[in-house]
């Protein structure tokens, strides 16, 4: 263990705790900007007003294209 030495200056009842959560907050932070900003996940949810904002910026295929399908 490389960092075997780290307790010295560092209590495993306090440096435990403060890691874990840094991890919580760091997870949860990642979580809530994922959820902010992602439309899909209103649509998922099923907020009316982003699925009329996500029906809106669909772009509608060419003539060319769909007289191709």
């Given at each position: 263990m490389i960092y075997k030495n780290m307790w010295i200056y560092v209590k495993p009842s306090t440096g435990v705790?403060?890691?874990l959560a840094a991890v919580a907050v760091a997870s949860f932070s990642?979580?809530?900007a994922l959820a902010i900003n992602a439309p899909w996940i209103k649509v998922f949810f099923g907020d009316?007003?982003?699925?009329a904002a996500?029906?809106?910026a669909v772009p509608a295929l060419p003539a060319a294209v769909v007289a191709k399908i």
């Open positions: 705790p403060l890691f990642v979580h809530l009316k007003a982003a699925v996500t029906a809106d």
